[in-house]
């Protein structure tokens, strides 16, 4: 099943920690070419996310953005219990050897070091999260991508049956085509007022058979139309197997119209041709 490169994914999730964003957008590019957004405190999550990448995708232009929002209360100061006791002992015990000595009040004792204390975040718990969120996001951007390959491919196999009608069309008309070519020679003979012997004109008549002979053009035309058709099934990237293949339609295209000499053979070249470039166009988004 083909893939397409152009997808889209947004995973959140929220704790009591805060919340963590994460966006996947793709699009089409000869090769993989993955550029992270990430904040400074997730910077190391960059390597994880790159290899996990890696392996899940072939080609393709893929921004990941993660946005990281604390809660209000992860910085939210707090007292050091055992540090308050031990400074309250310390004070009764200079209270008994001092009596006379001032005590500190509440907001001096607040001030002491080591007191308040900052409830600290706890980072791997994010970071733990942050690989969560991108793996749920590779996995549908991933299935994104799926769904949108096997439309393109119907769209392709349209295309591909729109070929293999012209191809039959040509076949059907090629007998009336050599025939009406012979008449047409004929014609222009007689005109000019020109008489050639049998052996001339035979000669003739087989030189502009062989000219308008488009068999073989045809039948590598089908090859190729039933070589693309196997690559859509096949597992893994074929987006560069299916762009040769349309170089090499496009060539076949370009000789038939090449050999052609009747308004027939003309329109059906120039219908292979777009309905080639159509493909071809499809194909720029498939892996």
């Known amino acids: 099943m083909p893939h397409s490169m152009t997808a889209f994914s947004r995973q959140t999730r929220d704790a009591d920690w805060g919340s963590l964003q994460l966006e996947l957008r793709s699009v089409n590019q000869r090769y993989l070419e993955p550029h992270f957004r990430l904040p400074d405190t997730l910077r190391d999550l960059e390597p994880h996310f790159r290899d996990a990448m890696r392996q899940r995708l072939a080609r393709g232009k893929v921004e990941c953005s993660l946005r990281f929002d604390p809660a209000e209360d992860s910085a939210a100061p707090g007292i050091n219990a055992d540090q308050l006791a031990a400074l309250s002992q310390a004070l009764e015990q200079i209270r008994a050897q001092l009596p006379e000595a001032p005590m500190p009040n509440a907001l ?27 793996d749920a996001a590779l996995e ?22 729109g070929i293999r009608e012209q191809v039959a069309t040509v076949r059907e008309h090629l007998p009336t ?19 050639l012997d049998p052996q001339r004109l035979e000669a003739e008549m087989v030189m502009l058979a062989h ?10 035309l089908e090859t190729h139309v039933t070589e693309v058709e196997r690559q859509l099934k096949q597992k893994g990237p074929i987006g560069r197997r299916l762009d040769f293949l349309m ?16 308004a027939d053979t003309t329109r059906c070249a120039v219908e292979l041709k777009v309905l080639i470039e159509q493909m071809r166009e499809q194909i720029q988004n498939i892996e």
């Open 140 to 161: 549908d951007l991933d299935a994104g991508r799926a769904r949108e390959g096997e439309r393109l491919a119907e769209l392709i196999r349209e295309r591909l049956s």
């Open 211 to 220: 000219k308008a002979d488009v068999a073989e053009e045809l039948d590598r």
């Open 108 to 134: 001096e004792l607040l001030a002491h070091p080591g007191v308040m204390a900052t409830q600290r975040l706890d980072i791997d718990q994010v970071k733990a999260a942050g690989l969560a969120l991108f």
């Open 177 to 195: 085509i050599l025939e009406r070519q012979r008449t047409q020679l004929l014609e222009r003979l007689e005109s000019a007022k020109t008489e």
């Open 247 to 262: 170089q090499e339609l496009n060539r076949e295209a370009n000789t038939l119209s090449s050999k052609a000499v009747v």
